[in-house]
């Protein structure tokens, strides 16, 4: 990717020099495929690189899969998260629909978090890497805790090593968000700043409780922004916006 984008040359165009398929393009690039020795030939002609003279320099991609998956996962992980907030600020979900929710916030954030956890190993980026890995074992087990404890207030007190836990935890991954947006331009750029700047703050409104609800409602923000951003790496990667994904899986 890093050839074809230094060269200017689009994944249209690379597939017409290169008398390929676009999806065949795509599908190299998004790590989905090895090409065979004859398109590597091909790609060598028309990038004028010598793949197997010098090392390939193009980093890794994340998979369109993994993306699709976590972006899936981030979807119905923000949703979940307004029904959460809702919880934890007025306590007005109750018995069997607490258990789902509750359920829900601890399993989506899995795949959620684990496609974060490929872009810092990707990017080399260790703060999102190891802190993305690090939500992925906290977040549920915070979601036990709290069913256990069934008070927010309570489960802050009670739990003290736990909650400065996930503080801490929320702004490393904060931090690994910034670093990750100044390494992107364009849109990535902003909405990595964006919602690393948003949980930074997050853990900071959560030490008094005075700010608790407002730091609560903050993340629902966050949320959705690490979601868009899950799809326009997905859109980076695949070449194709969600939005024209999902109407050709409805045409």
């Not at 398109?39 to 197997?52: C, M, V």
């Not at 119905?76 to 809702?86: A, D, H, K």
Request: aromatic share 10%.
């Amino acid at each position: 990717m890093e050839l074809r984008n230094d060269r200017r040359i689009t994944q249209k165009e690379l597939a017409e020099l290169c008398k390929v398929d676009i999806r065949t393009i795509q599908r190299i690039e998004s790590g989905d495929v090895d090409p065979r020795t004859y398109t590597i030939n091909l790609l060598s002609e028309a990038l004028g690189y010598d793949f197997k003279e010098y090392p390939v320099i193009e980093e890794k991609q994340v998979s369109a899969k993994s993306l699709k998956l976590a972006l899936l996962s981030g979807v119905i992980f923000s949703i979940n998260s307004i029904l959460v907030v809702i919880e934890l600020v007025h306590h007005s979900i109750t018995g069997v629909s607490k258990m789902v929710v509750f359920s829900i916030h601890s399993i989506t954030p899995l795949l959620f978090y684990y496609a974060f956890y490929l872009l810092g190993k990707r990017s080399k980026n260790t703060w999102l890497a190891i802190s993305a890995i690090l939500m992925i074992i906290i977040l549920p087990l915070i979601n036990v805790l709290y069913l256990n404890t069934l008070s927010l207030l309570r489960w802050m007190n009670e739990l003290r090593l736990t909650y400065d836990i996930l503080l801490l935890v929320c702004i490393a991954f904060g931090i690994g968000a910034i670093f990750e947006g100044l390494k992107k331009t364009g849109h990535l750029k902003k909405y990595y700043l964006t919602a690393g700047i948003m949980t930074v703050i997050q853990p900071v409104m959560y030490i008094s409780y005075f700010m608790l609800a407002a730091g609560l409602y903050l993340s629902i923000v966050s949320d959705l922004l690490l979601t868009v951003i899950l799809s326009l790496e997905y859109q980076k990667v695949t070449g194709k916006s969600v939005i024209s994904y999902s109407k050709t899986l409805l045409s």
